[in-house]
T-cell receptor, first 114, second 115 residues
Framework: DGGITQSPKYLFRKEGQNVTLSCEQNLNHDAMYWYRQDPGQGLRLIYYSQIVNDFQKGDIAEGYSVSREKKESFPLTVTSAQKNPTAFYLC?????????????FGSGTRLTVV | AQSVTQPDIHITVSEGASLELRCNYSYGATPYLFWYVQSPGQGLQLLLKYFSGDTLVQGIKGFEAEFKRSQSSFNLRKPSVHWSDAAEYFCAVGRVIQGAQKLVFGQGTRLTINP
């Protein structure tokens, strides 16, 4: 079955470390997204990518970086510059030029700073 | 700019009772509207969507939503809730920017079901 796989499900980061969250999809979707979810704040867009080797900043990109070397993969790195990284991170994908399509979401990664 | 407001942070209903979750949006053009559901520790699942035509849309799990342009609302309803409906519900409005669909989400409504 097609879908989006996020790994790991739980991740612990020490202060000053960079960590990378994995997102892989086999839906043949062109567009991929990263959202951050905090209690009571809904979902906030970090980065998105419409095509391989190109990506755009979302509303809260500071302290994060991404790459899109393959259509299927869109990893997110949480850098040491992100001062409050503890959150639930969701990856999503969609097709281009279809405003009524919506997103398909992965099951998320919970990141905790220890 | 697009925005979505879900006025109710938390709602509690009894099993078997009817449910209505409110969603108000701000968007200049014809909106593309979505409702998603999230179980604890999981991703979001699409319940239903509206983009044109009949203003009453049917979704999965017995949910429906009605688009009211005059009120800028897209409220989610279910005639009789089940304990398994306990979850968080998100309303979203979308548009296409340079090919990519961008969704703006509301803050979510957490639904608790009393037995």
């Amino acid at each position: 079955d097609g879908g989006i796989t996020q790994s790991p499900k739980y991740l612990f980061r020490k202060e000053g470390q960079n960590v990378t969250l994995s997102c892989e999809q086999n839906l043949n979707h062109d567009a991929m997204y990263w959202y951050r979810q905090d209690p009571g704040q809904g979902l906030r867009l970090i980065y998105y990518s419409q095509i391989v080797n190109d990506f755009q900043k979302g509303d809260i990109a500071e302290g994060y970086s991404v790459s899109r070397e393959k259509k299927e993969s869109f990893p997110l790195t949480v850098t040491s510059a992100q001062k409050n990284p503890t959150a639930f991170y969701l990856c999503a994908s969609s097709i281009l030029w279809q405003a009524n399509y919506g997103y398909t979401f992965g099951s998320g990664t919970r990141l905790t700073v220890v | 700019a697009q925005s979505v407001t879900q006025p109710d942070i938390h709602i509690t209903v009894s099993e078997g009772a009817s449910l209505e979750l409110r969603c108000n949006y701000s968007y200049g053009a014809t909106p593309y509207l979505f409702w998603y559901v999230q179980s604890p520790g999981q991703g979001l699942q699409l319940l239903l969507k509206y983009f044109s035509g009949d203003t009453l849309v049917q979704g999965i799990k017995g949910f429906e939503a009605e688009f009211k342009r005059s009120q800028s609302s897209f409220n989610l309803r279910k005639p009789s809730v089940h304990w398994s409906d306990a979850a968080e519900y998100f309303c979203a409005v979308g548009r296409v920017i340079q090919g990519a669909q961008k969704l703006v989400f509301g803050q979510g409504t957490r639904l608790t079901i009393n037995p």
